[in-house]
């Protein structure tokens, strides 16, 4: 079991920045596929970026491209998730989450990730 704590949520205003972070405590880091998820008010959770463990390889739900950029950092055990031109429908808990890489599954479905944290709320103000 991975524990999970995101930080770095808030309120901003639209066209603001912010930058959330997740400490996994875990010493096989390294073996995870790291998510980002949120969860709007009163809709589903839905993916928001993703990282393979190896760093290499990075994936984007289409409403946050360009404008989100996912990061790790192995030697701190560390996922980032850069936020720029937030927007009013960015609002939402965000949920960090941590999954071992599985033949044919998608690193955008929630069902990869057995390790989730609590979440951090973001709130962006029009």
């Known amino acids: 079991q991975v524990q999970l704590l995101e930080s770095g949520g808030g309120l901003v205003q639209s066209g603001g920045s912010l930058r959330l972070s997740c400490v996994a405590s875990t010493a096989t880091f390294t073996a995870y596929t790291m998510g980002w998820f949120r969860r709007p008010p009163g809709k589903e959770r839905e993916f928001v970026a993703a990282i393979r463990w190896s760093g290499d390889r990075t994936y984007y739900a289409d409403s946050v491209k360009g404008r989100f950029t996912i990061s790790r950092d192995s030697a701190k055990n560390t996922v980032h998730l850069q936020m720029n031109v937030l927007i009013p429908e960015d609002t939402a808990v965000y949920y960090c989450?941590?999954?071992?890489?599985?033949?044919?599954?998608?690193?955008?479905?929630?069902?990869?990730?057995?390790?989730w944290g609590q979440g951090t709320q973001v709130t962006v103000s029009s």
């Open positions: 989450a941590a999954g071992r890489p599985t033949f044919g599954a998608s690193e955008a479905d929630g069902a990869m990730y057995g390790n």
